[in-house]
């Protein structure tokens, strides 16, 4: 496979193209801060410098791959306006761009539930559920699936929504764990007890891969089910917010953990006085006004069947084991 990376550089990127590399591919990635594409200099990959907003200086490659992997993204931002200029007009540009090459490639758009937005009535969301984004992030990804489905009479893309995604080096779920390890405190975030998806890199990655090969496009007919193309991939279990906080407790091998749930009230406090210092630093930080938009909204699972039936994807170990793994790379290079 000759496959485009965009955000290789970024938490999934790096593992994505490296899980690429070790195969055999031919993989071309896109980077924007040369800092961060050092760690992918020691690989057999082809680096090319660029934004989602310029891409004139590298839309040339689109066309001479098979498949592009459009990760690059903003998950945390100040503003409405950044995450709509890179999430939704960065993809429209890309798909604009891939449209006027002479072999079209195929598209694997990494999306996310949040496009889809929380769970109802306790039961996972399944792919064809009308989405109902209930933050800023949430609504910019919806809107980048809009702009594919747009294009998708041009070019063939598949959409995959992962939810949580944790695993090594990243740092935002590292967030979750640090109370839990440091004070053996879990705080959940609303006094009704959500439930959570939650993936491991090492599970979505090969996930990835097989939509190139094996996944269905976005439907261009109006009597096709309108989220063909499109599939959620994730972890099997769904545990609630208080039952996590107790299975990384035991993956850190700590015997007690409080959990402690926070009314509404103190979670909008903390996200505002986080966003402050954030915006002060001028570095925006995972938990902010937006996050706990989200955390407020209920239940965030999702239902793999569709993934596991048209990909033959299967996560490869079960949550409690994921978790152990990851903490284990944490404690390793001392994040933990
Ligand atoms: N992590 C999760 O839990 C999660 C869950 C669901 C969906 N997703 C989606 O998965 C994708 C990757 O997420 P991640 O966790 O790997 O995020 P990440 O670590 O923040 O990486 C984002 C990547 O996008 C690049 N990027 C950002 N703006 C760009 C621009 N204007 N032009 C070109 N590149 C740009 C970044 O480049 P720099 O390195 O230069 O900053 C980085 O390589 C995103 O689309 C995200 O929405 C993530």
């Known amino acids: ?28 990635c896109l980077y924007r801060t040369p800092r961060r594409a050092e760690p992918l200099q020691e690989l057999n990959v082809r680096l090319v410098q ?3 907003e310029e891409p004139r200086g590298w839309a040339h490659l689109l ?13 945390k931002a100040f503003s409405r306006r950044r995450f709509r200029q890179v999430n939704v007009e960065g993809t429209r540009e890309l798909l604009q761009a891939a449209a006027q090459q002479q072999q079209v490639p195929r598209v694997v758009l990494v999306s996310s539930l949040a496009a889809a937005g929380p769970s109802r009535g306790g039961t996972p969301r399944s792919e064809s559920q009308p989405p109902r984004p ?18 998708a009479d041009q070019v063939p893309v ?17 967030e ?40 269905q496009c976005i439907s261009t007919c109006p009597e096709q089910d309108q989220f063909a193309g499109f599939y959620f ?27 402690l749930r926070v009314p509404g009230a103190v979670t909008w406090l ?28 209920g239940s965030w699972t999702c239902d793999p069947s569709r993934a596991m039936e048209q990909l033959g994807w299967r996560p490869g170990a079960p949550l409690q084991q994921r978790l152990e793994q990851t903490i284990q790379w944490y404690r390793e290079h001392g994040w933990l």
């Not at 485009?4 to 031919?26: D, M, N, S």
């Not at 764990?177 to 979505?204: E, I, K, N, Q």
């Not at 991939?233 to 959990?259: F, K, N, S, T």
């Open 63 to 75: 066309g001479e791959v098979d498949v592009v992997f459009h990760l690059a993204g903003v998950l």
């Open 233 to 259: 991939v994730a972890a099997e279990e769904h545990p609630r917010y208080d039952q996590l906080g107790r299975m990384i407790a035991q993956a850190l091998g700590r015997r007690r953990v409080l959990v």
């Open 176 to 215: 979750m764990f640090r109370p839990v390890a440091r004070f053996g405190l879990h705080l959940v975030p609303t006094w009704r007890v959500p439930r959570l998806s939650l993936v491991h890199v090492d599970d979505l990655v090969p996930a990835l891969v097989a939509a190139a090969r094996l996944g």
């Open 270 to 297: 903390a996200a505002l006085g986080a966003e402050s210092v954030a915006r002060l630093r001028r570095r925006p930080q995972i938990f902010n006004l937006d996050k706990a938009r989200e955390a407020r909204a």
């Open 50 to 52: 660029g934004t989602l």
């Open 1 to 28: 496979m000759r496959a485009l990376v965009t955000g290789a550089t970024g938490f999934i990127g790096q593992h994505l193209v490296r899980h690429l590399a070790a195969r055999g591919h031919e993989v071309v």
């Open 158 to 174: 598949t959409v995959i929504r992962p939810p949580i995604v944790f695993g090594p080096g990243d740092r935002d779920v590292l």
């Open 134 to 151: 209930v933050s800023v992030y949430g609504r910019s990804k919806r809107a980048a699936e809009q702009e594919a489905s747009r294009w």
